[in-house]
């Protein structure tokens, strides 16, 4: 199976040749042709009112991780309000790169107007961005691997997410001391560079060292595994950094079983609900969420601006919030307008 999604993606790679002298490799963190989503009715005016007979598909890594559910839940929130189809999609499993890719493909020859897609990789889901560039099928590529070629992205600045936690060690440890990083997918954009602002941020500031930064592949059990070797190898360790709150829920556990919960603060990315609830339980120190109801409702709007033929710029970021104990009651309410001020305010 491997061995045939390569031969795919080498011949996609020559096809869209063409397509990268339009535009240059997609760096999504440092795209200057931005906007914020704060700014999209101000710089765009309104939203169009979509037609009632639009599809829109989505397409998922997964349903097993809650992220990518309720980034679902924010595009059908949308096809709701307006009366207009979403059907959301999603592989087996985050290792399924061949049935994510027959997802998108089934959608476009069912005749979608938009596809929303979260590729597995940085390359997976390209042979069917080409045929959907072909049909004059807009696609945005939502959080959060990145394919190169995608002419539109809507997602948070993921080197972001490292930084703000690294920037709480520098906070709450000024004596500094040993960190490890559990990483995502390796190759996957997203993973690397909330790898890399972790990284460099903790360093630069001279006072912590980085014993190790290990791939789990998105698992919790992974995490657990690789958790627990470290902390058998660094007994002295004061912090974790996991680049989803699944991996940082199998830390959690590690450094549970190895009694060193007070010693050792636990960080991971995404806001899903169970790392709320390990926050308020004092387990997990505290998560970046990312909000994904209303990234999906954001980057269904700058689709329905898409399909009415406006020209949106090529990324626009969404909101991110590091979440302790100490804000998670607020960022945790369930009253979409209020989060949405809340989170505007932050700007």
Excluded at 148 to 176: E, L
Excluded at 195 to 221: H, L, M
Excluded at 259 to 277: C, E, L, P
Excluded at 292 to 319: C, D, F, H
């Amino acid at each position: 199976m491997k061995r045939t999604l390569l031969s795919v993606l080498a011949v996609t790679l020559l096809s869209t040749t063409a397509y990268a002298a339009d535009l240059p490799p997609l760096q999504s963190d440092t795209e200057a042709d931005r906007t914020d989503w704060t700014q999209l009715t101000e710089k765009y005016g309104p939203l169009p009112a979509p037609a009632k007979t639009l599809k829109i598909g989505g397409v998922s890594k997964t349903l097993t991780n809650e992220y990518w559910r309720s980034l679902g839940d924010g595009y059908k929130a949308s096809g709701a309000k307006y009366g207009f189809t979403v059907e959301y999609q999603a592989a087996a499993n985050e290792d399924d790169q061949l049935g994510q890719l027959s997802i998108a493909e089934t959608l476009i020859s069912q005749g979608f107007n938009g596809l929303l897609v979260s590729p597995q990789t940085d390359a997976n889901l390209q042979p069917a961005y080409e045929v959907a560039k072909s049909k004059g099928i807009p696609v945005v590529n939502v959080n959060d691997a990145v394919m190169p070629n995608a002419s539109h992205y809507v997602g948070n600045v993921q080197k972001d997410n490292g930084v703000r936690v690294a920037q709480w060690f520098i906070q709450h440890y000024p004596q500094g001391g040993k960190v490890a990083i559990v990483e995502g997918q390796p190759g996957v954009y997203a993973a690397g560079q909330r790898t890399k602002g972790f990284r460099e941020t903790i360093s630069k500031n001279g006072k912590f060292t980085v014993v190790a930064s290990v791939p789990a592949n998105w698992s919790r059990e992974n995490a657990y595994n690789a958790a627990s070797t470290i902390l058998q190898q660094h007994p002295d360790l004061i912090g974790f950094y996991a680049n989803n709150d699944g991996m940082a829920l199998g830390v959690v556990e590690a450094v549970r079983a190895q009694n060193k919960s007070k010693q050792t603060a636990v960080f991971g990315t995404d806001g899903i609900s169970d790392a709320y609830a390990s926050i308020r339980r004092g387990e997990l120190t505290g998560t970046v969420d990312s909000f994904p109801v209303l990234t999906g409702e954001v980057a269904m709007e700058v689709m329905l601006r898409l399909i009415n033929g406006q020209k949106i710029s090529r990324v626009v970021s969404t909101p991110q919030a590091l979440i302790t104990k100490d804000n998670a009651e607020a960022f945790s309410t369930k009253d979409n307008a209020k989060l949405r001020q809340l989170l505007a305010q932050q700007q």
